[in-house]
């Protein structure tokens, strides 16, 4: 996106007329763009009470920006597949947020100007800090759903060796509640099929005859049903083992399979739910095993994900919600900075021009020096220090905040791309 600078410069005459030669002088150069930001007459208070603002107004700069970068950068995991559209869900009050700043209004029903700064300063504080409360809440509860998702869903792919069997076997593949025989599953590859049918009978003793049978297949191998005498069982695994034939550590547990089907059932709704609106039509996709409705829902769910799950849901509506008002309570505390910065650098009465400058990428240097030209006259000692950076005045380097003839504030919009 873009860098803007948020100045102020002292609004009497002589400086109007230096204010316009500036504007006039940037936008012939092309060296930026610029708007006047509007800020209304607010109520200045003590010079004691206005200085600590100054404090408590940088904290919340950083973090109102903090909490909107966040929100943009969940917008964009949540958005994962449609990385090309997370721009067009970063609006402010529903417009672009160049829109916004450039015709910046201050909204007197959310921030009244008759209240004292310190109140308005409050406001915005308890409101970005609720947005941050709620979006650790819902962060929380979707990456849990998520990931629970994801471990299951892990379950129903790879090969026959690794994957979950809950939708691929059933009551009558096995012998159950035999206090002497077992039904195992063996795993064997495709070009054994032959030698399988030729040797599982022999592998050990007590294997019952013509018990085999497939009962899947992936691109790698069957899997196999047998049944022997169970005190064969470890005889039986080690001579298919060496066959080549992979026995699956499974035993047919009706209730365990049914929890495990309610489980991806249950999380495949949650996430729909949560995150498909009630208007959405899900795309149909055939189930691995027909009849099997757990499965269905959840290779339905996964494979809707793309098309509607994040961009209809209720967390992407949050997230864009609050993205606005995050972002809105920011621009407005940048509002406040330029407003008590500058009636500590000018002074009373309050009479300041505050502009807004998207400078040209080629042109960042020479426009900066073009500012100081123009503002030098408001702090002579600070301009000097700026034009000649080897000149040590003391009091100027105290901190590694830029400081400038003039009031500066930087929005940099590109930590949002």
Same mark, same amino acid.
């Given at each position: 996106?873009?860098?803007?600078?948020?100045?102020?410069? +002292?609004?009497?005459?002589?400086?109007?007329?230096?204010?316009?030669?500036?504007?006039?002088?940037?936008?012939?150069?092309?060296?930026?763009?610029?708007?006047?930001?509007?800020? !209304?007459?607010?109520?200045?208070?003590?010079?004691?009470?206005?200085?600590?603002?100054?404090?408590?107004?940088?904290?919340?700069?950083?973090?109102?920006?903090?909490?909107?970068? #966040?929100?943009?950068? %969940?917008?964009? =995991?949540?958005?994962?597949?449609?990385?090309?559209?997370?721009?067009?869900? *970063?609006?402010?009050?529903?417009?672009?947020?160049?829109?916004?700043?450039?015709?910046? =209004?201050?909204?007197?029903?959310?921030?009244?100007?008759?209240? !004292?700064?310190?109140?308005?300063?409050?406001?915005?504080?308890?409101?970005?800090?609720?947005? =941050?409360?709620?979006?650790?809440?819902? &962060?929380?509860?979707?990456?849990?759903?998520?990931?629970?998702?994801?471990?299951?869903?892990?379950?129903?792919?790879?090969?026959?060796?690794?994957?979950?069997?809950?939708?691929?076997?059933?009551?009558?593949?096995?012998? /159950?509640?035999?206090?002497?025989?077992?039904?195992? *599953?063996?795993?064997?590859?495709? &070009?054994? %099929?032959?030698?399988?049918?030729?040797?599982?009978?022999?592998?050990?003793?007590?294997?019952? !005859?013509?018990?085999?049978?497939?009962?899947?297949?992936?691109?790698?191998?069957?899997?196999?049903?047998?049944?022997?005498?169970?005190?064969?069982?470890?005889?039986?695994?080690?001579?298919?083992?060496?066959?080549?034939?992979?026995?699956?550590?499974?035993?047919?547990?009706?209730?365990?399979?049914?929890?495990?089907?309610?489980?991806?059932?249950?999380?495949?709704?949650?996430?729909?739910?949560?995150?498909?609106?009630?208007?959405?039509?899900?795309?149909?996709?055939?189930?691995?095993?027909?009849?099997? /409705?757990?499965?269905?829902?959840?290779?339905?769910?996964?494979? &809707?994900?793309?098309?509607?799950?994040?961009?209809?849901? +209720?967390?992407?509506?949050?997230? #864009?919600?609050?993205?606005?008002?995050?972002?809105?309570?920011?621009?407005?505390?940048?509002?406040?900075?330029?407003?008590?910065?500058?009636?500590?650098?000018?002074?009373?009465?309050?009479?300041?021009?505050?502009?807004? /400058?998207?400078?040209?990428?080629?042109?960042?240097?020479?426009?900066?020096?073009?500012?100081?030209?123009?503002?030098?006259?408001?702090?002579?000692?600070?301009?000097?220090?700026?034009?000649?950076?080897?000149?040590?005045? +003391?009091?100027?380097?105290?901190?590694?905040?830029?400081?400038?003839?003039?009031?500066?504030?930087?929005?940099?919009?590109?930590? /949002?791309?």
């Amino acid at each position: 996106m873009s860098e803007f600078w948020l100045i102020s410069a +002292p609004g009497d005459k002589t400086n109007l007329q230096a204010w316009e030669r500036m504007n006039a002088v940037t936008s012939k150069s092309n060296l930026s763009s610029n708007s006047k930001f509007h800020i !209304p007459d607010l109520k200045v208070g003590t010079l004691d009470a206005l200085v600590g603002l100054s404090d408590e107004l940088g904290k919340l700069d950083s973090f109102a920006e903090s909490i909107i970068k #966040k929100i943009a950068q %969940y917008i964009g =995991e949540v958005m994962e597949d449609s990385k090309d559209k997370v721009q067009e869900n *970063l609006l402010a009050n529903g417009v672009d947020l160049i829109s916004y700043l450039t015709r910046f =209004e201050w909204d007197m029903a959310k921030y009244p100007i008759k209240q !004292p700064l310190k109140n308005i300063s409050e406001t915005l504080t308890k409101q970005v800090t609720q947005i =941050e409360t709620d979006l650790k809440t819902r &962060s929380a509860a979707y990456n849990n759903i998520k990931g629970n998702l994801q471990n299951l869903e892990k379950k129903t792919v790879g090969n026959l060796l690794t994957r979950t069997l809950a939708d691929i076997v059933h009551k009558e593949d096995f012998v /159950l509640n035999s206090e002497y025989l077992i039904t195992l *599953l063996v795993v064997v590859p495709k &070009s054994s %099929y032959v030698q399988w049918q030729k040797t599982y009978e022999s592998l050990s003793d007590m294997v019952v !005859p013509r018990s085999t049978k497939m009962i899947a297949e992936d691109a790698e191998g069957g899997l196999f049903t047998v049944t022997l005498f169970r005190k064969v069982m470890d005889d039986f695994k080690a001579k298919a083992r060496e066959n080549r034939f992979m026995v699956r550590e499974f035993y047919f547990d009706e209730k365990e399979l049914k929890c495990e089907k309610e489980e991806l059932m249950k999380l495949a709704s949650d996430k729909k739910q949560q995150y498909v609106s009630s208007t959405s039509k899900v795309r149909q996709q055939p189930a691995m095993v027909p009849g099997l /409705l757990a499965m269905e829902q959840l290779h339905t769910a996964r494979e &809707s994900q793309h098309s509607c799950l994040f961009s209809q849901g +209720p967390l992407l509506r949050w997230l #864009k919600v609050n993205f606005s008002e995050a972002f809105v309570a920011w621009i407005h505390v940048k509002a406040l900075r330029v407003f008590v910065e500058s009636v500590l650098r000018y002074g009373l009465p309050v009479n300041f021009q505050a502009m807004l /400058l998207q400078p040209n990428k080629k042109s960042v240097k020479r426009l900066r020096d073009v500012l100081n030209v123009v503002f030098k006259h408001l702090d002579e000692v600070a301009a000097a220090s700026i034009m000649d950076p080897g000149m040590d005045i +003391p009091g100027l380097q105290l901190s590694n905040q830029e400081y400038y003839p003039y009031v500066y504030f930087k929005i940099d919009l590109s930590l /949002l791309d």
